[in-house]
Every structure is written in structure tokens, then in C-alpha cells.
């Protein structure tokens, strides 16, 4: 079925293409070629888990960080640090950091540090591809706000812990349906912004599309007026690569119907 869904993405009728706005083109494709060929990105993760101690990189460390220069990565009274031949170097949380061609980065969440280790790529990814896009999902509606400010410790995108406010719940019409979606403000990891996120699954979920689910922003209108482009639906990292753990499905976010929108998935390869 999917590969059926992929062909005629690619044959699809030049019109087709022409009616996808620009932004979404190209925000497409930027992110296909950061999936592809990014030093950070998912498919390249080799190590994902909680800082406890010293992570040894190189001969002496565990079989997935073997092929990476030596190093010892740990955390002391001077914050985090990595000792290398060359001696010891501070390391930001929430950024990118070069250890010889290999990257690592370490996450600040509510349940401590968290270490994602990339090495070098080693084999070409191709996306998945996407549905085709329609005018007919990209849904305007209503933010309805809750009674009392609520946190939940939940998983981002990127399979690291965060503390999400809940917004409220969206409330419009998709496909004729009227559904009622909870909507969390996301942090956006190393900044001071969040993102009001709706995490959801529906009747492709398991097939087409990834199982647990899809996020997808909803951006506002004015007042309690949002926008939700379902076309922009987007796969959590735990899609390219099992060793991020999985955001859980929201509840109630489930839809009883089929939203051909948005990132396609295929099972990874390992």
C-alpha cells in the first residue's frame, strides 16, 4: 500500500505539485535533505539514553560508541565535560558538539541529562515521502482554553523528556468530522520558545503512517482562532530510529477516520 501511496507522489500530474504552496515545498524539502545528510540527524543517532556517569567513547566504551575517538564525557562540580588526548573541554547542554567526525549532544530534560551520540553517516536514507498535499486539511478552529494551568511531563519530538503546559483543546472540522484535539505548549528544546503542539493518531496510523502517532503545529489566527495544516504533520524521531524512545498516544487525540496528510512511514532498516 505504501509503496503504491510513494509512486504516485512521484508520477503525480505537475498540477498536483502546483497546488502546494511554496513554503510547504520548500520546508519539505529542507527537511528531507536535513534527514538525509545533517551530522545530528535521527537516522545517524548511534546512543540515546540518561547521562548516569561517565560515557566512554573509543575502544573501552560499549559496542555502539567503539568506532569513535577516544573520550570520556561525565559530569562534575564544573558542570559537563569531555576529556580528550588534547585535555578537557566544557560542553553545553542543548547544542551540537564535535568529538573528531562523530557529534554528540546533551539534553536537558525534567528527568535529567540525556546524551545522543550521531557517528559519521554511513549509508544513503531516502525519506518516505509525503501524502499529497490538500486544502481540504488545513483546518481552522477554535482554542478552547482549560479550566487551570496543567504540566505533564511527556516526550518531544526528539524523544527527550520535557515539561509541556496544556493549552487546551482544539476544536474544529476535519473532513466533515467535528473532533475535539488536546493541545500542549512544547518547549523548543535549547531555546526560551515552545510550540502548541497536537499530538494525534487516526485510521492510517499503523499503516501508512506511524503508529503511535504524528505531531503537528497549530498556528494562531488571532484571539482563540488557530490553524491546523495537517499537511505539516510530522513523525517523531522514534520513526527513523529505534533508539529513540516513542512519545505514548495522547488520549482522546485518536481520530476514527483517515487523514491522508502529511510524513508517510516506512519500518526502519536495521
Keep these: 500500500m505504501l ?10 500530474p505537475s498540477f498536483l505539485g502546483a497546488q502546494i504552496p511554496a513554503a510547504v515545498q520548500v520546508e519539505r524539502a529542507d527537511y528531507a535533505e536535513w534527514l538525509r545528510t545533517s551530522t545530528s540527524s535521527p537516522y545517524a543517532a548511534v546512543f540515546h539514553g540518561p547521562l548516569s556517569g561517565d560515557l566512554v567513547f573509543g575502544s573501552e566504551g560499549q ?3 567503539r568506532g569513535a ?3 570520556t564525557l561525565s559530569k562534575g562540580l564544573r558542570g559537563l565535560g569531555l576529556r580528550t588526548d588534547a585535555g578537557r573541554r566544557a560542553v553545553p547542554r542543548n547544542r551540537e558538539v564535535a568529538l573528531g567526525d562523530w557529534r554528540l549532544r546533551v539534553s536537558s530534560s525534567p528527568q535529567g541529562d540525556m546524551v545522543t551520540v550521531f557517528a559519521p553517516p554511513s549509508q544513503e536514507v531516502e525519506h518516505p515521502g509525503w501524502f499529497p498535499y490538500s486544502v481540504n486539511l488545513v483546518i481552522e478552529g477554535e482554542l478552547g482554553r482549560p479550566d487551570r494551568p496543567a504540566e505533564k511531563a511527556m516526550l518531544g519530538l526528539d524523544g527527550v523528556a520535557v ?3 496544556l493549552a487546551g483543546t482544539f ?4 473532513l466533515g468530522e467535528n473532533v475535539r484535539l ?4 512544547i518547549p523548543i528544546p535549547g531555546s526560551e520558545e515552545s510550540e502548541l503542539t497536537v499530538f494525534y493518531r487516526d485510521g492510517t496510523s499503523g499503516a501508512e503512517t506511524y503508529p503511535p502517532g504524528r505531531f503537528v503545529v497549530l498556528e494562531p489566527l488571532g484571539g482563540a482562532r ?7 504533520s510530522r513523525n517523531p524521531f522514534c520513526a527513523y530510529n529505534p533508539r529513540f524512545p516513542c512519545p505514548l498516544p495522547w488520549s482522546g487525540n485518536t481520530l476514527q477516520f483517515r487523514v491522508e496528510a502529511g510524513e508517510l512511514y516506512e519500518p526502519y532498516h536495521y
Excluded: E, F, H, K
Design 63 to 65: 559496542a555502539a560508541l
Design 226 to 232: 488557530y490553524q491546523m495544516d495537517l499537511n505539516r
Design 3 to 12: 509503496s503504491r501511496i510513494l509512486l504516485a507522489c512521484l508520477v503525480a
Design 163 to 165: 515539561s509541556a503546559s
Design 171 to 174: 476544536v474544529g472540522l476535519v
Design 69 to 71: 575517538p577516544t573520550a
Design 182 to 185: 488536546t493541545a500542549y505548549r
